[in-house]
C-alpha cells in the first residue's frame, strides 16, 4: 500500500450522524432526532470530514448539500449502515430462539404459489430477520430433506407415522388420485372395463421422481413391465397427460378442471392407486420459536394454512 495513503478510522457514530444529517438537510432536526445539541453534531461531522481528508457537505445559512464526495460516502455506507442497526435486532431474535435461517420443505402436490405466500408474508411479518427459504421436495424426498438437516420443517410427509424417534409427525389430510389421460390416447379405446394391469402395460406411465437422495426411492404407481418417463414436477406430468404422452395418477384436486372441459378423461383401473395420508413433521426437541409456530398453526387449523387443507379436501 502506498505509504500515503492512510485508511480512515471514523466511528459508526459518526456514520450515524452523518445518515442522519443527510436524511434531515438540517443539523437543528438532526440534533433533535439524535437528542444531542446542533453544536455537537456539527463537531461530529467536522471530526469526520478531517478522518477522511475531504468535506462532504456544502454549508448555507439555511441548509447543507451533499458534495460529490458526501455522495460516494453515502452510496458507500447505506447498506452497511443499515445492516448495523439490524444485528441488535437480529441477535436479540436469536436470543429469544428464533431461528436465523429456516428451510420448509413442501410437497410438490400442494406447493402453489397461492398458499405458499401468504403463509411466507405472515412468517415474515412475523420474524423479518430470519431468513426464510421454500424447497420442493418429492415422495419420500419431503422426509429426506428432514433426515439430512436440509430442511427445519416439511409439509406434505407421506404417511401420517413418523419415520423416527428424532421427528415428530402430525397428520392433515390425504390426497386422493384419478387416473387420467388424453381423449386422443389409444388406452381410450381399450374395450376392457375395468383395465387390467397387462393392458395398462403396454402405455407408458408419467411419473413425478422421487427426489430423496439417502432414502429408497418410491415410485408412485408402476404396474409390472410398464415403461415410464420420470419428470420433475407435477407440472410437467400434467402437460405430458395433456400431450398424449402417457398414462398414470393425478390428484383429483388437479385433474377435476381438466376432466370437467375434456381435455383430460379418466378409466377405469382394476387397480386403482389408493389415497396418500400425509402431515407435517419437525425435529423433535431441537426446532425454535418458528418450527413451533408452524406446528401450531396446522394443529390449530389456523386460517393461513387453509389453502394446503383445501387441496386435501378434493
Not at 95 to 119: D, G, W, Y
Not at 157 to 184: K, N, Y
Not at 265 to 293: C, D, E, F, Q
Request: charged share 25%; aromatic share 8%; with cysteine.
Amino acid at each position: 500500500m502506498d505509504e500515503h495513503l492512510k485508511a480512515p478510522n471514523f466511528d459508526i457514530d459518526g456514520l450515524k450522524t452523518f445518515m442522519t444529517v443527510v436524511q434531515c438537510k438540517n443539523f437543528s432536526q438532526a440534533a433533535e432526532i439524535l437528542h444531542k445539541t446542533p453544536a455537537t453534531i456539527s463537531y461530529r461531522i467536522k471530526t469526520l470530514e478531517d478522518q477522511l481528508g475531504m468535506p462532504l457537505f456544502k454549508r448555507t445559512t439555511r441548509n447543507i448539500e451533499l458534495l460529490p464526495e458526501g455522495e460516494r460516502l453515502l452510496e458507500l455506507v447505506s447498506n452497511l449502515y443499515t445492516r448495523l442497526q439490524e444485528i441488535p435486532l437480529e441477535l436479540e431474535q436469536l436470543a429469544h430462539e428464533v431461528e436465523p435461517h429456516f428451510v420448509i420443505a413442501v410437497n410438490n402436490l400442494l406447493l402453489t404459489s397461492s398458499n405458499i405466500v401468504p403463509l411466507l408474508a405472515d412468517l415474515h411479518a412475523k420474524f423479518p430477520y430470519t431468513r426464510i427459504e421454500v424447497t420442493r421436495c418429492v415422495y419420500m424426498g419431503v422426509w429426506d430433506a428432514l433426515m439430512r438437516h436440509e430442511a427445519d420443517f416439511s409439509i406434505g410427509v407421506p404417511t401420517w407415522h413418523t419415520i423416527g424417534e428424532a421427528f415428530e409427525a402430525l397428520p392433515i389430510g390425504e390426497i386422493r388420485w384419478v387416473f387420467v389421460c388424453s381423449p386422443d390416447h389409444p388406452v381410450t379405446k381399450e374395450a376392457e372395463d375395468p383395465l387390467s394391469d397387462k393392458t395398462l402395460a403396454r402405455y407408458l406411465a408419467i411419473n413425478v421422481e422421487d427426489t430423496a437422495v439417502t432414502l429408497r426411492k418410491r415410485t408412485a404407481w408402476l404396474v409390472p413391465g410398464q415403461r415410464e418417463i420420470l419428470v420433475p414436477n407435477m407440472a410437467t406430468k400434467l402437460e405430458c397427460h395433456l400431450k398424449g404422452l402417457g398414462v398414470g395418477f393425478m390428484p383429483v384436486g388437479m385433474a377435476a378442471p381438466h376432466l370437467k372441459d375434456g381435455t383430460l378423461v379418466t378409466r377405469r383401473v382394476k387397480h386403482p392407486r389408493m389415497p396418500s395420508p400425509v402431515g407435517i413433521a419437525l425435529h423433535r426437541n431441537t426446532g425454535g420459536r418458528i418450527a413451533k409456530y408452524l406446528k401450531r398453526l396446522f394443529e390449530t387449523n389456523a386460517p393461513i394454512i387453509q389453502p394446503f387443507l383445501e387441496m386435501l379436501k378434493s
